[in-house]
């Protein structure tokens, strides 16, 4: 069958899922520390504990730049690594049940120009191109991925194309029309053969080839 292997996802979207949860329980213990930390106006025998600090106490010590803003500056290390872990991270190739022919990783611009990463699969009209999906609960935990499929703007057939992906959204570009759709992170392969069938039969009917 062309699906990706499921053991295999199931390790990689586990994995992501331990490593970012990691890094924000970091990110809120350093803060809590900050919190619960004395500061330099405390008085008493040693720290207390979180649930009997006062609210008065909490405020005092958050208002104190020189032991809470150090804190607040470690918290952010293992938040800015999680955000940057959800925004970059991909599955490998082989995990998602893909082979190494005809397949870039690489980073495209979106409109805001930012690094957009993701697989590029280049066909014979066009490219497809495999991106995380940061806009639902499925994609932010690898269950789904953006499927793309760009097609030169004057490419004829593009209604047929995408109706067959049964296609979500249209976006026009200056060169190019973007297909889009959200697929199960393990249909990728079976999607990929499907789109590269459907077009190569298109582009056959369009332009057959000349008699020899």
Same mark, same amino acid.
């Given at each position: @069958?062309?699906?990706?292997?499921?053991?295999?996802?199931?390790l %990689?979207?586990?994995?992501? *899922?331990?490593?970012?949860?990691?890094?924000?329980?970091?990110?809120?213990?350093? #803060?809590?520390?900050s919190?619960m930390?004395?500061?330099s106006? !405390?008085?008493?025998p040693?720290?207390?504990?979180?649930?009997?600090?006062?609210?008065?106490?909490?405020v +005092?010590?958050?208002?104190?730049?020189?032991?809470f803003?150090?804190?607040?500056?470690? $918290?952010?290390i293992? =938040?800015?690594? $999680?955000?940057?872990?959800?925004a970059?991270?991909?599955?490998t190739?082989?995990?998602l049940g893909?082979?190494?022919?005809?397949?870039? &990783? &690489?980073?495209?611009?979106n409109r805001?120009? =930012?690094?957009?990463?993701?697989?590029?699969? /280049?066909? !014979?009209?066009?490219?497809?191109?495999?991106?995380?999906? #940061?806009?639902?609960?499925?994609? =932010?935990? #690898?269950?789904? @991925? /953006?499927f793309t499929?760009n097609?030169? #703007? !004057?490419?004829?057939? &593009?209604?047929?194309?995408?109706d067959?992906?049964?296609g979500?959204k249209?976006?026009?570009?200056?060169?190019? *029309?973007?297909?889009? &759709?959200? %697929?199960k992170?393990?249909?990728?392969?079976?999607?990929? %053969?499907r789109t590269?069938?459907i077009? +190569?039969? %298109?582009?056959?009917?369009?332009?057959?080839?000349s008699?020899k």
């Amino acid at each position: @069958m062309l699906r990706g292997p499921i053991t295999t996802i199931r390790l %990689v979207q586990i994995s992501y *899922v331990i490593l970012v949860s990691v890094c924000i329980t970091g990110s809120i213990l350093f #803060l809590s520390n900050s919190i619960m930390t004395p500061t330099s106006t !405390d008085t008493g025998p040693g720290p207390q504990l979180f649930e009997n600090i006062s609210f008065d106490t909490a405020v +005092a010590r958050i208002s104190d730049p020189l032991s809470f803003f150090p804190n607040i500056l470690w $918290a952010f290390i293992p =938040l800015t690594i $999680a955000i940057f872990i959800i925004a970059f991270y991909l599955p490998t190739r082989s995990s998602l049940g893909l082979s190494k022919s005809h397949f870039q &990783k &690489k980073s495209q611009l979106n409109r805001f120009n =930012l690094p957009v990463r993701g697989y590029t699969i /280049n066909l !014979d009209t066009g490219y497809i191109r495999i991106t995380r999906k #940061l806009s639902s609960l499925s994609g =932010l935990l #690898l269950r789904e @991925m /953006n499927f793309t499929v760009n097609l030169p #703007l !004057d490419y004829a057939d &593009k209604k047929r194309i995408f109706d067959f992906l049964v296609g979500e959204k249209v976006n026009y570009t200056k060169t190019h *029309v973007l297909l889009q &759709k959200t %697929v199960k992170i393990r249909n990728i392969p079976l999607l990929i %053969v499907r789109t590269k069938a459907i077009i +190569a039969t %298109v582009d056959t009917t369009i332009d057959p080839p000349s008699p020899k």
